[in-house]
């Protein structure tokens, strides 16, 4: 989804604008990415983060996360959780995954709301399977609503 904002955001410190991929990425197994958002810190914990929390996040092969998850779209990318107390939680959902300065993923599902990681690799939508719709859809203003 996009959103079309009803003025300018002003950007700051605060604010920032994030590059996004090219149509076509390779991000390598072990690649170093970041996921952040304001979401629950602990699988029991009911309360949201009281600041952005970012992490470091390792890329996890395609093969692999099929093999963990079973049958996953083509739409998506693996990383954090899977043998490691790292990765996203409830509340982080539509966050950026950003490797290398480009937002590549979407926060998009972990294992059964648990945050503990150690079982399921964390799954991202894939920004690049979209990248050509976004900017159609960004140069075509008019068709926003």
């Known amino acids: 989804m996009l959103i079309k904002l009803s003025k300018k955001a002003h950007l700051g410190h605060m604010v920032r604008t994030i590059q996004l991929p090219p149509e076509e990425i390779h991000l390598r197994e ?3 990415c970041q996921v952040a958002g304001w979401g629950k810190t ?3 914990d009911n309360k949201p983060a009281d600041e952005l929390m970012v992490v470091d ?3 996890i092969d395609k093969q692999v996360c099929k093999d963990q998850w079973g049958n996953l ?13 790292k990765g996203f939680c ?6 950026p995954l950003v490797c290398q300065g480009l937002a590549v993923g979407i926060v998009s599902y972990n294992h059964n709301g648990i945050c503990n990681y150690p079982e399921e690799p964390n799954v991202y939508t894939d920004i690049t399977k979209y990248v ?7 140069t075509g203003r008019n068709s926003l609503v």
């Open 30 to 32: 072990n690649q170093v």
């Open 42 to 44: 602990k699988t029991d």
């Open 57 to 59: 996040v390792s890329v």
């Open 73 to 85: 779209p083509a739409n998506v990318v693996c990383a954090g959780g899977y043998g490691t107390d």
């Open 90 to 95: 409830q509340g982080d959902s539509g966050g």
């Open 132 to 138: 050509q719709w976004i900017n159609k859809t960004v």
